[in-house]
């Protein structure tokens, strides 16, 4: 039996997402990786009640996160049944389709055949009567952008999802998607990028846009996938993401180079009292358009040493400067 704790809501901070009603927590925590079929549920549970007892109120997923496809989410079901069910109304649950997830033409992309039923699957497997965000995965060429924009409205206005959301879309493709919802009158809530002290592209138009349009920003992979962190700063440990058979991360990405690099930014955070992965994490929640930072864990002391970046977001000039120096 989960008891939450008392004090969940004691250190966490929220942050208005956009010019919305919603405020998120400045970490987030995503089931992209450890919480697959091939994952051990028990160490999830740890993670997510960890989580929430650390007052990380926002879970994200997607259709396919696994693997394999899908066993995430049904991961999640299980533990929102034993654990979370209570919570309902304290949480932030999104998931999201947009890439490869069933055979055949229907599986993929953004027809509104795909994100209707693909959403129809996605909270079967979560035991959820609806999600909070659902999100369009990435863009689609081929679909006409109305017919993506109008699924996300259908799915809010059939009560299946809360708001709407997009990933993975670049500065102009932002701008037209948040003028078709705006026109349909489910404005978008959120954009979910990439953005890290070494993947910056987002500075280039993207977060400009998000501020003007009040739309919020939720940054996913803010540590590189762990490269930003001291995991690999001794070798490549055998529990580790670049370590994991299929995962994204691969041992050729663990380059001397960028360890030593790490291993520079690492004096930084010292200075600072931080760990790498906190000093990472203040660095993203530092720009004013971002809402929350989107981390994964694989076990519940990471979780907590993300949480605990809160404690120290500031930077001097001097230290940005450091921080180039090292990484440009
Ligand atoms: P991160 O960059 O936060 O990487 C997480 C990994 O870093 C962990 O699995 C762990 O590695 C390591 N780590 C985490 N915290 C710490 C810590 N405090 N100290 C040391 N190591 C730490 O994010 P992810 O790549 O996992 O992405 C986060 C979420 O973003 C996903 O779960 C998903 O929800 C979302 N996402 C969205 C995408 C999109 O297209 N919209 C694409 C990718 C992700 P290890 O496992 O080795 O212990």
Known sequence: MYLASDARYENMHYKRCGRSGIKLPMISLGLWHNFGGVDNPENGRAVLRRAFDLGVTHFDLANNYGPPYGSAEETFGQIYLKDFQPHRDELIISSKAGYDMWPGPYGNWGSRKYLVTSLNQSLKRMGL???????????????????????????????????????????????????????????????????????????????????????????????????????????????????????????????????????????????????????????????????????GASKPQQIEDSAAALNNLEFSKEALVEIDTILL
Request: proline letters at 5%; one cysteine or more.
């Open 129 to 295: 009567e609806y999600v909070d965000i659902f999100y369009h995965h990435r863009p689609d060429p081929e679909t006409p952008l109305e017919e993506t924009m109008s699924a996300l409205d259908y799915i809010v206005r059939s009560g299946k999802a809360l708001y709407a959301g997009i990933s993975n879309y670049n500065a102009e493709q932002t701008r037209q998607a948040a003028a078709i919802l705006r026109s349909l009158g489910t404005p978008c809530l959120i954009h979910q990028p990439n953005y890290s002290m070494v993947d910056r592209w987002v500075e280039d138009g993207l977060l400009e846009v998000l501020d003007e349009e009040g739309i919020g920003c939720i940054v996913f992979s803010p540590l590189e996938q762990g490269l930003l962190t001291d995991r690999y700063l001794a070798g490549i440990p055998a529990d580790s993401r670049a370590a994991r058979p299929r995962a994204f991360l691969k041992p050729d990405d663990v380059k001397a180079e960028v360890v030593e690099k790490v291993r520079r930014l690492n004096e930084i955070a010292q200075k600072r009292e931080q760990s790498i992965a906190q000093m990472a994490l203040a660095w993203v929640l530092r720009q004013k358009a971002v809402t929350s930072a989107l981390v």
